[in-house]
């Protein structure tokens, strides 16, 4: 079974051959497992109600490991 969430969506306006740079912080819905982002690309308006990586323009994806945040333990204290 797949399970799906969206994290984020973001508007951008584009023309021919313009770019975009951004920096995005995410944070899983889980611990202790390999996670698959995707992110997908549609043109203008055609944003379906349940975007997947079949139904867009262009995707990628990218795998993370998600662990255990741990708080730094100083030494002497």
Same mark, same amino acid.
């Given at each position: 079974?797949? !399970?799906?969430? !969206?994290?984020?969506?973001?508007? +951008?306006? &584009? @023309? #021919? @051959? #313009? #770019?975009?740079?951004?920096?995005? /912080?995410?944070?899983? $819905?889980? *611990?202790?497992?390999? $996670?698959?982002?995707? $992110? &997908? &690309?549609? *043109?203008?308006? #055609? $944003?379906? *109600?349940?975007?997947? /990586?079949?139904?867009? +323009?262009?995707?990628? +994806? ?6 255990? !945040?741990?708080?730094?333990? &100083?030494? @002497?204290?």
């Amino acid at each position: 079974m797949v !399970e799906r969430t !969206e994290l984020q969506r973001l508007d +951008y306006s &584009l @023309g #021919d @051959g #313009d #770019d975009v740079t951004d920096v995005r /912080n995410v944070t899983p $819905v889980t *611990e202790g497992e390999t $996670v698959r982002f995707s $992110v &997908l &690309l549609y *043109e203008s308006d #055609d $944003v379906p *109600e349940t975007p997947t /990586n079949e139904n867009a +323009y262009r995707h990628t +994806y990218f795998w993370v490991d998600v662990i255990e !945040e741990t708080t730094p333990t &100083l030494f @002497g204290s």
